[in-house]
Structures are given as structure tokens and as C-alpha cells.
């Protein structure tokens, strides 16, 4: 994504758009390196520079083939190393704010608990925050919040950060009678999604400083005043309808990410439909095998010299069984809600870019406006005009930043979502495997034993 | 064999041959029975069975048109047999097979034949007649090159089989059908076999009830229901599972296709996406060879479901000849009975002519001398029925026990192995899973 002038606005001997600091950030403050989510708390990713070169090489894990679980264990962790490896590499590329400095803030969003009152039932998740920053005034943080507050944190980064992408939550609402909220499953994928939420909000070099991120984390009692909240919101929403101004031509980048936001929606839906059939279809594979390994048991009960390896194959067909009750549920618990979610992030991206053409669309109908004026009466430009300029400019700045940022994290999570999904089959062959093996062993060490009591 | 006639192995196959045309002109079964003295135990011994004369194979399979009895047009499939002599191989020469066609309406011939005339013997199936236990993607058509194929495999496991019985093998049909092509069919008829074969088949659908039946066979039979009932359980269970593998299989295809449509739209990501998406594609058509692979083993489960109705054909053949005992046997009771009455004059059961003669009087003298003298000539037969069917049954008893024990092992050994199979055709699919889908994750890292 080259960062060109920006076309469609007056060229007013503007600063390059790279060399525009956000009027946010502070001047002395070193911006942070945009790493992705990292699972494991605490992961220097400075380290990665020594691990660049490793990783970067070939991104192939060096055994491809071996006894299962030494290998996989070991692919497992050279996954781990590499995203902060290519990440680096592409901030550097990419990111005005790319560093290869500490980071200084982590975060993390587990143990939920469920809490009854008279009024409601609900869960909490402990949200646990270590820190350098003097932003904060402690090193470490614990505080439970629930789904609401997750959601008045990013009411209130939306209106605060109107020109950043807020990474999205997982949905609000859920239908009664058809999902348990308080399922173990829907917890856990819950909170999974909250976790990630935050952590994107951490890494995020503006919205990480933001005030309301840091009332979140370290309040012991969130004072949401959630009724004005909601009104914020609804008013500028208002606002851009009341604001009415139509864009004339949008910059081709922002056409090209509208492009492709909208193709790569397609895509997610396909492949969250094709998940789906390939989980229905295991479900009912899974069914008959059971039955299948039923027959071999009963058969078992009729035979002598058999009964052994009747029963021996019904025993590997119920392994396969779990093996595959393991991979299904792993496709339905890691796999999908987690495709859902880039969804969500997704329309995110398309709701900034729709914002950003209105701000731009104000921008020109007010500038024409006033040059129409100009002309007739030589009223010079408003300075609104210009704050509207330069609103629109920086608008254009931080979107292709966040763009950025947004492409690097929907590559590492693609990347890590596809090996997932790799690895989970892996071990479902290995597994069915070994069970297999097992029984021929079985099967081999009664027939030496045969055959040496035919002999003796 | 019949006392006189040779009794050493190996050349003697001739006069066993002559001895066997004799008795199957006659339809009389007892001939080949009786030969479960030393001479089959020598034949046994000295490894004699035809197959160890004689490689045979069903080499092809073809097809054909021609009229049928009704003369109409039909297409059917020939397949060649081949034989060639083992002392002339053993030798090193190679000799040209002789060959000849048959199709499997004389295959059914031939089993028919040996089911009547060895009615002891747990007589080797034919594979299938029509596909049954399909799965839907597998054709159920008779003229599919794959069911043909495996037709073609199954008849040659069928000649295998009786070609090393150590009683079977020495049939003298079995080595015409093997050797001579053209005019086999009537001497099978002449054989008489036809009409046993009708008798067998009424003989095995009829209820009657049994005071004594031998217990081994009572249980075999029990036995065989068991095992036909479990193959085919297994065999619609297993059809089953394919059906829904196939499924799983394909469907992960659409992530070929979906993967390459979303490659076109990224830039690093594309590459390791589009060749993920490839072997997508490879992991989809796997499943049809791993299945038609499948098909082998239900083959030979197919076998032994077919081998249990013979097996039960044994035991209720045995009844049978059990039942005609007893039937024999109390007729002999009540006929010595009736001459004990009339000798003594005591009625100790009831009869009309007992009766009739107590309102009538009695009957002359030499009435009474012409239906003793009867009686003594009806109860002079049913002693030898009575002995020829106790020599029947327990013949009969005696092969019908050796070969289920034969059948026994053969079945333990044989299943064991196909299970053992089976489990090796699962570790090579579990394989080639890793294989892809290893393959697919080093293209994820790649992107």
C-alpha cells in the first residue's frame, strides 16, 4: 500500500502524509511496534530479532516429518516465534509508528466467574494488566468487568477515536433458548474473543492511550454513565446523516480496500459455510462409525479364536471415534468463531471507510461552498474549512496506518487459524493411526505366540 | 469307494475318477462318503488335491452376445480359465496355459452340482450374483468394469478352494469344467444331479422336528446363523461409513476452490494459499481409491457371509438324514408291533382291523398267514432301511463334523488375516492424510 499525496483534496503545499504526526501522539513518547496478539503473556518480541533471520529464511518448520509428537511440539513452537519475526519485518516496511522497542503494556482476559444477584444473572472475566507506562499509576492491575463494559470501552474509543479502526467485540446479543449463556463453550469462546479484543486495543500505538483504556483496566468500579454514552452515540450518527454531503471522487485506494473488504467478506462467509458442512458431515461419519465398531464387539461374542481381533478392531474404531470427536469440536470451538469474528472486524474497517468518505464529503461541500462565496464576494476560505482539511487528512493518515496494521494481524491470524486447522487434522490421522498400529502389534505378538506353541 | 476298488493315492485318481462317474450316474452320494476311510486321509497326507497337480487361474474376463434359450438377444461376460500341469513348472519349463470360457451360469452349475453331491461338505461360495452392500457412489450394474473385475477375482478364489478340498478336489466334474469346453454342461445333466437338486432344495425349506439331533451340529447351526447374521450387519455397517467418509472427503474440495478465488485478491498471502488450495483438491480425490481399496476387504467378508448359508446347509442336511432315521426307525417299531398282534392275537394298540374284526369276527387263517407273511416282508426292508440310513447318518455325521472343523480353521486363519488387512489399509489412509495435510500447513506458513 503506497503512501502517496492524497488526490481529491487541494494542494496546499501539505506535509507529506508520513511526516504528519497524529495530533495525539506524544511528541517525546517512542510509538510501538504493532505486534500481533500473542497467547503466551509476557513474549519479548524483541527477541524475535535474533529469531528474524531463522524465521524468515524459509517460513517451513525444519521437520516436516518424525514421530508425531516430538514434531508437531516443535512446529508448535517455531509458529510462536515466527509471527513477531515477519511482523517486524512488515512494520518496518510499512508502519510510520514501527519500532523494534520493549512493549510496555500487556494485558490478558480469563477466569470467568458467573454472578447471581436478585436482579441478574451474569458473567465476569478478571482482566489482568502489567504495565511500565507512567500513564499508570501501578506496575500491575486486576479488575473483573463484564461483556457490558467491554462494550462502554468501545463506545467511548469510537467516539474519542473517530478516525481509527475500534477492533470489533463478539456479538452482543444472543438469542435466548437457542445458545446457553452460561455454557462452558459460549463462555470460553466469549472470552477468547474479548481477550483479543483487548489485546488488539493494547497494541494499538493510539488507542492504547487512551484515557478510557485506562480507566478500563485499572478502575476498581467503572462509572459508565452509559445512558449519556448511548446518546453520544446516536448523535453522531445523526450528525453524519444531518451532514448530507456527497463525495465526489473517492481516492482509488480507498476504493481498492472498499474492493477488497467487500471480496474478502465473500470469502469468509464461504469458508465458514464449507466449515460448517465439513463439521454436519463428520458429525454424521462419526454416528456410523460407532454403530460400525458396535458389530465387530458383538460379533466378538460369537467367536473364539476371533475374538480377540474383533474386538481388538473395535477398539481402534472407538480411538478414531474420540480422535474424531476431538477434531470436531476444535473445528467448532477454535476454527469457526474465530472466522465469525474477522467478519466483525471486517464491517469494522468498512464502517471507518465509510466514515472517512464523509469526512472528506463534508470537506469538499464545504469548500466549494466557501470558494463559491470567494468568488462572489471575496470572503476568504473559513478556517473551519481548513480544520475540516486537515480533519480529513488526518483521517486518511491514520486509516492507511490501521489499514496496515489491520492487513499484517488479518495475515498472521489467517496464518495461524490455516496451520491451526492443519495441525488438528495432523492429529487426528496420527492418533487413528497409532490406534491401528496397535492392534497389528497385538494381532503380530499373538501370532509368533501361536506359532511357537504349534512348534513346542 | 466301494470295497474292491483301488485304494492308494496319487495315480489312483483315475479309478477314484471311474468310481465317482459310477456312483454320480447312480446319484448315489453315499459313493464319495464312503471314501472318508484311509483313502482320503492318504490323499490328505500325500498332498494330492488337484490344486497341487495344477495352477489355475481366471485370467480375464470379456464380453459377449449370442442368443439365449429363448432366443433372444443378450450380452453376458465370459471368463477364461488357465491351467498349466505343477510338475512341468516345478521343472522350470514355462508351458502356454490351456484355457478355456466359461460364464458364471456355469459356475452355478458346478456349485450346484458339488452342493448335492457332497451333501457333508461345506462347499466354497460363488461371489455374488448382483452387487449388494453398495455404497451409493460404487455401481450396483452387473457390467461395471470394476464389479466385473472383482467378479473375476472372486471366481478365481472360488476355483482355488475347491481345487485344494482334499474331497472336492478329486471331482471328476470339477476337473471337466477345468479342461473341457465345449459339451460340459451335458454331462453334468447326465450326472442325474437335477433331481437331487430340486429334493435338496424343498429338503431345506421344510419344518420337521428332531427327537435326537447331534448336538456339535445343533450348535453349528446356531453358529452359522450367528455368523451370517454378523457379516451382514458388518457389511451394511461398513457401507454405511464409506458413504459418510466420501463425504467428509469431498467437501473439503470447496476449500480448493475458495482458497483460489481468495488468493486472487492478496498479495503475500496468495501464493501459499493457492497451492494450500491445490492440495485441498488432492485430499478430496484421495477418498476414491481408499475406498475402492475398501471393497476388497468387503469381498471377503462378502465370502464368509456366503459361507455360513453352506455351513447351515451341512447342519440341516444332517437333520434331515436324522429325522428320515427316526422316521425309518419308528416305522420299523410299529410294523414289529403289528406282527407281534397278529402273531398273538393281543391288540395292544388300537386298529380298525382290530376293530372291524371285533364286530365282525375275526378273518381266516389264511388271510391272517398271507398279511403276516407281508408284514415279515415289509419289516425285512425296513431293517435294511433302518441300516442304510443309520450308515447314511452317521457318514454323513462323520465327513459333515471333519470338513466343519476344516471349515473352522480355514475361517479363523482367513478373517484374522482380512482384519489384519483391514487395519493395514487404515494406517496407509491415515498416511496419506497426514501427507496432505502436511503439505497444506507448510503452504499456510508460507503465506
Not at chain 1, 460407532?290 to 475374538?307: H, N, Q
Not at chain 2, 476298488?5 to 459310477?22: I, L, Q
Not at chain 2, 457401507?239 to 475458495?258: E, F, M, P, S, T
Not at chain 2, 444332517?318 to 414289529?336: G, I
Request: hydrophobic share 35%; with cysteine.
Amino acid at each position: 500500500m503506497s503512501v502517496g499525496a492524497p488526490r481529491g483534496l487541494a494542494s496546499s503545499g501539505q506535509k507529506p502524509i508520513t511526516e504528519i504526526l497524529h495530533p495525539l501522539s506524544a511528541a517525546d513518547e517512542p510509538p510501538l511496534s504493532p505486534v500481533p496478539d500473542v497467547t503466551v503473556g509476557g513474549h519479548n518480541p524483541s527477541s524475535g530479532a535474533a529469531d528474524k533471520d531463522a524465521g524468515l529464511t524459509n517460513g517451513t518448520p525444519v521437520e516436516t516429518s518424525s514421530p508425531a509428537s516430538a514434531s508437531s511440539l516443535f512446529n508448535r513452537l517455531q509458529l510462536d516465534d515466527e509471527p513477531d519475526a515477519d511482523a517486524e519485518a512488515e512494520a518496518d516496511a510499512h508502519d510510520p509508528y514501527a519500532s523494534t522497542e520493549t512493549r510496555d503494556l500487556f494485558v490478558t482476559v480469563d477466569d470467568p466467574k458467573k454472578h447471581v444477584s436478585t436482579m441478574e444473572t451474569y458473567i465476569t472475566y478478571r482482566v489482568s494488566t502489567k504495565t511500565t507506562r507512567i500513564e499508570f499509576d501501578l506496575p500491575e492491575y486486576s479488575v473483573r468487568r463484564r461483556y457490558q463494559d467491554f462494550d462502554w470501552l468501545r463506545i467511548k474509543l469510537e467516539d474519542s477515536q473517530p478516525t481509527h479502526l475500534i477492533p470489533p467485540l463478539p456479538e452482543k446479543f444472543v438469542m435466548k433458548g437457542v445458545v446457553d449463556r452460561f455454557s462452558e463453550e459460549f463462555v470460553e469462546t466469549r472470552m477468547k474473543a474479548l481477550d483479543k479484543f483487548l489485546k488488539r486495543v493494547a497494541d494499538h500505538p493510539v488507542l492504547s492511550f487512551n484515557p478510557h483504556l485506562n480507566a478500563f483496566l485499572s478502575a476498581k468500579d467503572l462509572n459508565k454513565r452509559q445512558g449519556l454514552a448511548l446518546l453520544t452515540k446516536v448523535g453522531e450518527s445523526v450528525k453524519q446523516v444531518a451532514g448530507g454531503y456527497k463525495l465526489r471522487a473517492r481516492p482509488a485506494e480507498f476504493c481498492a480496500m472498499g474492493e477488497y473488504l467487500d471480496t474478502f467478506c465473500q470469502k469468509l462467509g464461504t469458508i465458514d459455510r464449507i466449515a460448517q458442512r465439513i463439521l454436519k458431515e463428520q458429525t454424521e461419519y462419526l454416528t456410523e462409525l460407532r454403530e460400525y465398531g458396535a458389530v465387530y464387539s458383538s460379533w466378538a461374542g460369537s467367536e473364539d479364536e476371533l475374538r480377540r481381533p474383533l474386538e481388538g478392531v473395535a477398539g481402534s474404531v472407538s480411538s478414531c471415534c474420540g480422535a474424531l470427536e476431538d477434531l470436531s469440536e476444535n473445528m467448532s470451538q477454535d476454527f469457526l468463531p474465530v472466522l465469525r469474528e474477522y467478519v466483525l472486524y471486517t464491517d469494522s474497517m468498512k464502517n471507518v471507510l465509510r466514515k472517512r468518505d464523509q469526512s472528506q464529503a463534508e470537506y469538499e461541500g464545504r469548500l466549494e461552498a466557501a470558494v463559491l462565496r470567494r468568488q462572489e464576494d471575496r470572503t476568504p476560505v473559513p478556517v473551519e474549512v481548513e480544520k475540516c482539511q486537515d480533519k480529513v487528512e488526518c483521517f486518511n493518515a491514520d486509516l492507511k496506518a490501521d489499514w496496515e496494521r489491520w492487513q499484517s494481524n488479518k495475515r498472521q491470524d489467517f496464518k495461524q487459524l490455516l496451520t491451526g486447522m492443519a495441525d488438528k487434522n495432523i492429529h487426528y490421522y496420527e492418533k487413528c493411526q497409532a490406534a491401528w498400529e496397535s492392534l497389528i502389534a497385538l494381532l503380530q505378538d499373538k501370532q509368533t505366540e501361536d506359532k511357537t506353541n504349534e512348534t513346542n | 469307494m466301494r470295497p474292491g476298488s483301488a485304494t492308494t493315492a496319487g495315480e489312483e485318481k483315475r479309478m477314484a475318477e471311474d468310481g465317482k462317474e459310477e456312483s454320480a450316474a447312480t446319484g448315489d452320494s453315499d459313493q464319495p462318503a464312503a471314501g472318508l476311510d484311509s483313502t482320503v486321509t492318504t490323499m490328505v497326507e500325500e498332498g494330492s488335491t488337484l490344486l497341487r497337480r495344477m495352477e489355475i487361474s481366471v485370467a480375464e474376463a470379456e464380453k459377449r452376445s449370442g442368443k439365449n434359450s429363448v432366443n433372444m438377444q443378450e450380452t453376458f461376460t465370459v471368463y477364461l480359465i488357465e491351467t498349466r500341469p505343477m510338475d512341468a513348472i516345478a521343472e522350470g519349463r514355462n508351458p502356454a496355459p490351456d484355457s478355456l470360457w466359461r460364464r458364471y451360469s456355469e459356475f452355478e452349475l458346478l456349485r450346484n452340482y458339488l452342493l448335492v453331491t457332497y451333501p457333508f461338505i461345506v462347499v466354497p461360495p460363488l461371489p455374488e450374483k448382483r452387487a449388494e452392500f453398495v455404497w451409493h457412489k460404487l455401481s450396483a450394474d452387473n457390467m461395471d468394469p470394476d464389479f466385473v473385475e472383482r467378479r473375476r477375482v472372486g471366481l478365481e478364489n472360488f476355483l482355488l478352494r475347491v481345487a485344494s478340498h482334499p474331497i472336492l478336489s478329486n471331482d471328476k466334474i470339477l476337473y471337466h469344467f477345468l479342461t473341457e469346453e465345449h459339451g460340459w454342461k451335458e454331462v453334468v445333466y447326465d450326472t442325474g444331479f437335477q433331481a437331487k437338486a430340486d429334493s435338496r432344495l424343498r429338503a431345506l425349506s421344510a419344518t420337521f422336528r428332531v427327537r435326537n439331533p447331534d448336538k456339535r451340529f445343533v450348535d453349528m447351526k446356531h453358529y452359522s446363523d450367528e455368523l451370517q447374521s454378523h457379516t451382514s450387519q458388518l457389511l451394511r455397517a461398513r457401507a454405511r461409513v464409506a458413504d459418510r467418509l466420501y463425504g467428509v472427503y469431498k467437501v473439503h474440495g470447496n476449500y480448493g476452490r475458495v482458497f483460489s478465488e481468495w488468493s486472487a485478491i492478496e498479495k503475500e498471502m496468495g501464493d501459499g494459499l493457492q497451492s494450500a488450495g491445490h492440495h485441498m483438491d488432492a485430499y478430496a480425490a484421495s477418498i476414491d481409491d481408499i475406498l475402492e481399496e475398501e471393497e476388497h476387504y468387503a469381498d471377503q467378508l462378502k465370502e464368509y457371509l456366503f459361507y455360513a448359508e453352506a455351513l447351515r446347509a451341512v447342519c440341516r442336511k444332517h437333520e434331515l438324514t436324522q429325522f428320515e432315521l427316526e422316521m425309518a426307525t419308528q416305522d420299523l417299531v410299529s410294523k414289529k408291533q403289528q406282527r407281534e398282534e397278529l402273531a398273538t392275537g393281543i391288540v395292544r394298540t388300537f386298529s380298525f382291523k382290530g376293530m372291524t374284526n371285533k364286530l365282525f369276527g375275526q378273518e381266516a387263517p389264511e388271510q391272517r398267514e398271507a398279511r403276516l407273511k407281508l408284514l415279515e416282508e415289509l419289516i425285512a426292508e425296513g431293517e435294511e432301511s433302518v441300516k442304510e440310513k443309520t450308515a447314511e447318518c452317521e457318514e454323513h455325521v462323520e465327513g459333515g463334523w471333519v470338513d466343519m472343523q476344516r471349515f473352522k480353521e480355514q475361517k479363523d486363519k482367513d478373517l484374522r488375516e482380512a482384519l489384519i488387512n483391514y487395519a493395514i489399509m487404515q494406517i496407509s489412509m491415515c498416511k496419506k492424510g497426514i501427507q496432505v495435510w502436511s503439505n497444506a500447513k507448510e503452504c499456510f506458513l508460507k503465506m
